[in-house]
């Protein structure tokens, strides 16, 4: 390696891989997923069916989606070791990004399939919210599709139309998102030979980040904390002076709005309007505005614009969701998205291994250590 050897240190431009699962246009704002806009797709399919299109590239028949379903639903009753390690966690206060990743470790004494990962990691995040309430975990319904069981395993009631399809919505529009780091991480280690598991918690674990997928809460916080329109500017300004970042602003690839972004503030209005605090919607336009301008204002040029954690936040608070189950419903969606990667990783699998520039000392000799025996 010369001296001029040429460093991305983020993989910023590196292309790693070959995918037909997504494009993310960053300077058109514009995500295509297998084919179909986001916002085409995200607002009409079930989540069943997009986990199917990535999964096999095609939207299922109507026998194929009805057999997907019933597969999904029979794969969701939760091993009796998981819940015990959901017990020992909520015992612990864990987390539950980190109770997702310690669960769905447990996964691997039923099953190493794909469907039975997509259909635990619901069932995990809704049996840990209620155990951390210090309530019983709620049995799965086989007749209720994904998105609506995993509402109805969180409280106990049948959740209605408006809000499955506000969810299915959601779900749909993170699904995938190219290689972005944690699907880098799933398929780093697939491209080793390692099981499907395996890649799942690892993903779990590059999503968690604040820089990745644990933006949303703060976001929210960020608005609560505001709580009226005209203290949204003074708030901003004091946290960029201060060098923090905004929540829910910003990305390395889109340089405009985030196209998820729309999707969901649309799903967002819409859940507000019919059953929701139409006041928190309307604040968190503006504070969203703001931002924008104190953005240009301050970081000129950095192009930094709305991203898809800013809705994320609304919409999962819109449907019931308390804060630190919004990155592990990410990630209850993600882990298709996961899912389809490594299935492709494997089809044509090269191991990703990557080189680094030694930068450190050089000619040193072993020598005995004064004080060491002999
Ligand atoms: N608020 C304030 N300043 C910001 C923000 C932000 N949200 N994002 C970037 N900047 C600034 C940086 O401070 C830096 O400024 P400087 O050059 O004056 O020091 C400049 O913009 C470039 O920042 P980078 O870190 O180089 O940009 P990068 O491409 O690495 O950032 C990231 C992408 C990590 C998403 C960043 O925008 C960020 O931290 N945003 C806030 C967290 C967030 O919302 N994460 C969710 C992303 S979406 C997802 O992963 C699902």
Not at 100 to 127: F, H, K, N, Q
């Amino acid at each position: 390696m010369t001296s001029d050897t040429l460093i991305s240190s983020g993989l910023d431009g590196v292309v790693a891989a070959r995918t037909r699962l997504s494009q993310v246009d960053g300077d058109a704002g514009e995500l295509i997923i297998a084919g179909f806009p986001v916002g085409d797709l995200a607002a009409h399919a079930t989540f069943e069916e997009t986990t199917w299109l990535l999964w096999h590239g095609d939207l299922p028949t109507g026998a194929e989606l009805e057999s997907f379903r019933a597969d999904l639903a029979a794969h969701r009753e939760l091993p009796p070791a998981t819940v015990a390690v959901l017990r020992e966690c909520a015992g612990a206060r864990i987390d539950p990004m980190d109770a997702l990743r310690i669960a769905l470790g447990t996964v691997s004494l039923v099953s190493t399939e794909a469907v039975a990962i997509v259909a635990l990691a619901p069932a995990i995040v809704a049996a840990y919210a209620r155990l951390l309430e210090g309530l019983t975990p709620v049995a799965p319904r086989a007749d209720l599709g994904h998105a609506a069981n995993y509402l109805y395993m969180l409280t106990g009631v049948e959740p209605d139309a408006e809000r499955v399809r506000a969810l299915e919505t959601y779900l749909n529009t993170v699904i995938d998102h190219g290689l972005n780091a944690s699907t880098f991480t799933c398929r780093v280690i697939i491209s080793t030979g390692s099981d499907l598991v395996s890649a799942i918690v690892g993903a779990v674990g590059a999503l968690k980040g604040p820089l990745h997928g644990g933006a949303p809460g703060p976001a929210l916080e960020t608005v609560f904390k505001i709580g009226e329109a005209a203290r949204a500017e003074g708030v901003l300004r004091a946290k960029i002076e201060a060098g923090e970042r905004l929540m829910g602003f910003g990305h390395r690839v889109y340089k405009v709005r985030d196209p998820r972004a729309d999707v969901l503030a649309a799903a967002a209005e819409r859940l507000f309007t019919r059953a929701g605090d139409m006041r928190l919607y309307a604040l968190a336009r503006h504070v969203e505005r703001t931002a924008l301008a104190l953005l240009d204002e301050y970081k000129a040029g950095r192009r930094l614009k709305t991203n898809v954690e800013f809705y994320t936040a609304l919409l999962l608070h819109g449907l019931g969701l308390d804060v630190p189950l919004f990155t592990p419903t990410f990630a209850i969606s993600r882990a298709s998205g996961w899912i389809a990667h490594a299935i492709e990783q494997r089809a044509a699998n090269r191991l990703i291994r990557p080189t680094s520039e030694y930068v450190g000392p050089r000619g040193r000799r072993w020598q005995a250590h004064a004080g060491i025996a002999g």
